[in-house]
T-cell receptor, first 115, second 113 residues
Framework: DAKTTQPPSMDCAEGRAANLPCNHSTISGNEYVYWYRQIHSQGPQYIIHGLKNNETNEMASLIITEDRKSSTLILPHATLRDTAVYYCIVRRRSAGGTSYGKLTFGQGTILTVHP | DVKVTQSSRYLVKRTGEKVFLECVQDMDHENMFWYRQDPGLGLRLIYFSYDVKMKEKGDIPEGYSVSREKKERFSLILESASTNQTSMYLC????????????FGPGTRLTVL
Protein backbone atom coordinates (compact mmCIF):
# COMPACT_ATOMS: atom_id res chain seq x y z
CA ASP A 1 0.00 0.00 0.00
CA ALA A 2 1.20 3.51 -0.81
CA LYS A 3 2.36 5.61 2.13
CA THR A 4 0.36 8.70 3.03
CA THR A 5 1.38 11.91 4.78
CA GLN A 6 -1.08 14.15 6.62
CA PRO A 7 -0.59 17.19 8.85
CA PRO A 8 -0.92 16.20 12.51
CA SER A 9 -3.54 18.82 13.33
CA MET A 10 -5.75 21.53 11.84
CA ASP A 11 -8.27 24.03 13.14
CA CYS A 12 -11.41 25.28 11.48
CA ALA A 13 -14.14 27.74 12.42
CA GLU A 14 -17.67 26.41 12.61
CA GLY A 15 -19.57 27.00 9.37
CA ARG A 16 -16.43 27.36 7.29
CA ALA A 17 -15.02 24.80 4.90
CA ALA A 18 -12.44 22.39 6.30
CA ASN A 19 -9.82 21.32 3.75
CA LEU A 20 -7.76 18.34 4.83
CA PRO A 21 -4.74 17.51 2.66
CA CYS A 22 -3.10 14.15 2.07
CA ASN A 23 0.07 13.39 0.15
CA HIS A 24 0.46 10.00 -1.51
CA SER A 25 3.26 10.49 -4.02
CA THR A 26 3.93 6.76 -4.45
CA ILE A 27 0.35 5.84 -5.34
CA SER A 28 0.04 3.30 -8.13
CA GLY A 29 -2.49 3.21 -10.93
CA ASN A 30 -4.88 0.72 -9.35
CA GLU A 31 -4.91 2.24 -5.87
CA TYR A 32 -7.83 4.22 -4.52
CA VAL A 33 -7.82 7.01 -1.95
CA TYR A 34 -10.10 6.36 1.04
CA TRP A 35 -10.99 8.71 3.86
CA TYR A 36 -12.22 7.72 7.30
CA ARG A 37 -12.72 9.68 10.47
CA GLN A 38 -12.91 8.71 14.11
CA ILE A 39 -14.75 10.79 16.63
CA HIS A 40 -13.49 10.40 20.18
CA SER A 41 -14.54 7.08 21.80
CA GLN A 42 -16.36 5.90 18.68
CA GLY A 43 -15.55 3.47 15.90
CA PRO A 44 -14.07 4.77 12.64
CA GLN A 45 -16.54 6.04 10.06
CA TYR A 46 -16.08 5.66 6.32
CA ILE A 47 -16.43 9.02 4.53
CA ILE A 48 -15.59 8.74 0.84
CA HIS A 49 -13.22 7.22 -1.67
CA GLY A 50 -12.04 7.92 -5.20
CA LEU A 51 -9.66 6.82 -7.94
CA LYS A 52 -8.92 9.86 -10.09
CA ASN A 53 -12.09 11.85 -10.53
CA ASN A 54 -13.42 14.20 -7.91
CA GLU A 55 -16.11 12.66 -5.77
CA THR A 56 -18.90 14.11 -3.64
CA ASN A 57 -21.39 12.60 -1.26
CA GLU A 58 -23.61 13.86 1.53
CA MET A 59 -20.70 14.06 3.93
CA ALA A 60 -17.81 15.49 1.95
CA SER A 61 -16.02 16.11 -1.32
CA LEU A 62 -12.78 14.50 -2.41
CA ILE A 63 -10.48 16.36 -4.78
CA ILE A 64 -7.65 14.31 -6.31
CA THR A 65 -4.91 16.08 -8.25
CA GLU A 66 -4.39 15.19 -11.88
CA ASP A 67 -1.12 13.37 -11.13
CA ARG A 68 -2.88 11.61 -8.21
CA LYS A 69 0.00 12.35 -5.87
CA SER A 70 -2.16 14.26 -3.43
CA SER A 71 -5.78 14.77 -2.47
CA THR A 72 -7.95 17.03 -0.32
CA LEU A 73 -10.99 16.12 1.70
CA ILE A 74 -13.41 19.01 1.94
CA LEU A 75 -16.09 19.36 4.60
CA PRO A 76 -18.05 22.26 3.08
CA HIS A 77 -19.65 23.61 6.26
CA ALA A 78 -17.85 22.24 9.29
CA THR A 79 -19.78 21.77 12.52
CA LEU A 80 -18.59 21.05 16.05
CA ARG A 81 -19.56 17.43 15.51
CA ASP A 82 -16.95 17.18 12.75
CA THR A 83 -14.18 17.42 15.35
CA ALA A 84 -12.38 14.10 14.88
CA VAL A 85 -9.23 12.38 13.65
CA TYR A 86 -9.29 12.08 9.86
CA TYR A 87 -7.42 9.26 8.15
CA CYS A 88 -6.34 9.07 4.54
CA ILE A 89 -5.65 5.56 3.24
CA VAL A 90 -4.43 4.40 -0.15
CA ARG A 91 -5.21 0.82 -1.16
CA ARG A 92 -6.21 -1.33 -4.05
CA ARG A 93 -9.98 -1.63 -4.22
CA SER A 94 -10.06 -5.38 -3.73
CA ALA A 95 -6.78 -6.50 -2.27
CA GLY A 96 -6.63 -10.25 -2.51
CA GLY A 97 -5.19 -12.93 -0.32
CA THR A 98 -4.79 -12.49 3.37
CA SER A 99 -4.13 -8.77 3.05
CA TYR A 100 -7.68 -7.97 2.14
CA GLY A 101 -9.69 -6.04 4.59
CA LYS A 102 -6.69 -5.12 6.68
CA LEU A 103 -7.23 -1.42 7.06
CA THR A 104 -4.20 0.34 8.45
CA PHE A 105 -4.68 3.82 9.80
CA GLY A 106 -1.69 6.12 10.18
CA GLN A 107 -1.63 8.99 12.66
CA GLY A 108 -4.20 11.01 10.73
CA THR A 109 -5.10 14.69 11.14
CA ILE A 110 -6.79 15.89 14.29
CA LEU A 111 -9.38 18.40 13.09
CA THR A 112 -10.73 20.73 15.74
CA VAL A 113 -13.76 22.81 14.81
CA HIS A 114 -14.12 25.94 16.94
CA PRO A 115 -17.36 27.85 17.65
CA ASP B 1 -29.27 3.15 7.55
CA VAL B 2 -26.36 0.75 7.91
CA LYS B 3 -25.76 -0.59 11.36
CA VAL B 4 -23.11 -2.58 13.16
CA THR B 5 -23.78 -3.22 16.82
CA GLN B 6 -21.55 -4.61 19.52
CA SER B 7 -22.83 -6.32 22.63
CA SER B 8 -21.20 -4.04 25.18
CA ARG B 9 -19.65 -0.58 25.21
CA TYR B 10 -17.65 -1.23 28.37
CA LEU B 11 -16.60 -4.53 29.90
CA VAL B 12 -14.46 -5.36 32.92
CA LYS B 13 -13.16 -8.91 33.34
CA ARG B 14 -10.63 -10.70 35.50
CA THR B 15 -7.47 -12.42 34.33
CA GLY B 16 -8.18 -15.96 33.21
CA GLU B 17 -11.85 -15.43 32.44
CA LYS B 18 -13.31 -16.45 29.11
CA VAL B 19 -14.68 -13.38 27.33
CA PHE B 20 -17.18 -13.21 24.48
CA LEU B 21 -17.56 -10.10 22.35
CA GLU B 22 -20.51 -10.14 19.99
CA CYS B 23 -20.98 -8.18 16.79
CA VAL B 24 -24.10 -8.04 14.62
CA GLN B 25 -24.58 -6.31 11.27
CA ASP B 26 -27.85 -5.77 9.44
CA MET B 27 -26.46 -5.03 5.97
CA ASP B 28 -26.14 -8.59 4.66
CA HIS B 29 -22.38 -8.09 4.29
CA GLU B 30 -20.21 -11.06 3.45
CA ASN B 31 -17.11 -9.82 5.28
CA MET B 32 -16.73 -9.13 8.96
CA PHE B 33 -13.64 -8.04 10.89
CA TRP B 34 -12.35 -7.73 14.42
CA TYR B 35 -9.71 -5.11 15.22
CA ARG B 36 -8.17 -3.80 18.37
CA GLN B 37 -7.06 -0.23 18.77
CA ASP B 38 -4.38 0.89 21.20
CA PRO B 39 -2.75 4.30 21.67
CA GLY B 40 0.35 4.62 19.53
CA LEU B 41 -0.27 1.29 17.77
CA GLY B 42 -3.28 2.25 15.70
CA LEU B 43 -5.75 -0.27 14.38
CA ARG B 44 -4.64 -3.91 14.21
CA LEU B 45 -6.58 -6.73 12.59
CA ILE B 46 -7.19 -9.76 14.78
CA TYR B 47 -9.39 -11.97 12.59
CA PHE B 48 -11.72 -11.63 9.68
CA SER B 49 -14.39 -13.76 8.05
CA TYR B 50 -15.47 -13.73 4.42
CA ASP B 51 -18.34 -16.19 4.77
CA VAL B 52 -20.29 -18.19 7.32
CA LYS B 53 -18.01 -20.62 9.15
CA MET B 54 -14.96 -19.20 7.33
CA LYS B 55 -12.26 -17.30 9.13
CA GLU B 56 -8.77 -16.01 8.49
CA LYS B 57 -6.12 -14.84 10.91
CA GLY B 58 -5.15 -11.23 10.87
CA ASP B 59 -1.95 -9.75 12.24
CA ILE B 60 -2.42 -10.52 15.93
CA PRO B 61 -4.60 -13.65 16.36
CA GLU B 62 -2.73 -15.08 19.35
CA GLY B 63 -4.95 -15.40 22.40
CA TYR B 64 -8.14 -14.96 20.39
CA SER B 65 -10.58 -17.13 18.48
CA VAL B 66 -13.68 -16.29 16.46
CA SER B 67 -16.97 -17.81 15.48
CA ARG B 68 -19.29 -17.06 12.61
CA GLU B 69 -22.29 -19.39 12.61
CA LYS B 70 -24.64 -16.90 10.95
CA LYS B 71 -23.94 -14.30 8.29
CA GLU B 72 -24.95 -11.38 10.46
CA ARG B 73 -23.04 -12.35 13.60
CA PHE B 74 -19.30 -12.51 14.26
CA SER B 75 -18.02 -13.30 17.74
CA LEU B 76 -14.59 -12.70 19.20
CA ILE B 77 -13.53 -15.00 22.03
CA LEU B 78 -10.74 -14.45 24.51
CA GLU B 79 -10.10 -17.96 25.79
CA SER B 80 -8.27 -16.83 28.93
CA ALA B 81 -8.19 -13.06 29.29
CA SER B 82 -4.91 -11.41 30.17
CA THR B 83 -4.09 -7.85 31.16
CA ASN B 84 -2.36 -7.19 27.83
CA GLN B 85 -5.70 -7.73 26.14
CA THR B 86 -7.06 -4.57 27.74
CA SER B 87 -7.99 -2.54 24.70
CA MET B 88 -10.70 -1.04 22.51
CA TYR B 89 -12.19 -3.76 20.30
CA LEU B 90 -13.80 -2.75 17.06
CA CYS B 91 -15.97 -4.85 14.80
CA UNK B 92 -16.52 -3.96 11.15
CA UNK B 93 -18.36 -5.36 8.16
CA UNK B 94 -18.09 -4.85 4.42
CA UNK B 95 -18.90 -6.22 1.02
CA UNK B 96 -16.80 -8.43 -1.20
CA UNK B 97 -15.35 -6.37 -4.04
CA UNK B 98 -14.67 -3.27 -1.97
CA UNK B 99 -12.97 -4.53 1.14
CA UNK B 100 -11.78 -1.10 2.10
CA UNK B 101 -15.24 0.39 2.61
CA UNK B 102 -15.89 -0.95 6.06
CA UNK B 103 -18.62 -0.05 8.50
CA PHE B 104 -17.57 -0.06 12.12
CA GLY B 105 -19.45 -0.66 15.31
CA PRO B 106 -19.15 1.69 18.31
CA GLY B 107 -16.43 -0.39 19.94
CA THR B 108 -16.11 -2.29 23.21
CA ARG B 109 -13.64 -0.98 25.74
CA LEU B 110 -12.42 -4.08 27.57
CA THR B 111 -10.48 -3.84 30.80
CA VAL B 112 -8.85 -7.00 32.15
CA LEU B 113 -7.86 -6.75 35.81
Amino acid sequence: DAKTTQPPSMDCAEGRAANLPCNHSTISGNEYVYWYRQIHSQGPQYIIHGLKNNETNEMASLIITEDRKSSTLILPHATLRDTAVYYCIVRRRSAGGTSYGKLTFGQGTILTVHP
Amino acid sequence: DVKVTQSSRYLVKRTGEKVFLECVQDMDHENMFWYRQDPGLGLRLIYFSYDVKMKEKGDIPEGYSVSREKKERFSLILESASTNQTSMYLCASGTTGNYNEQFFGPGTRLTVL
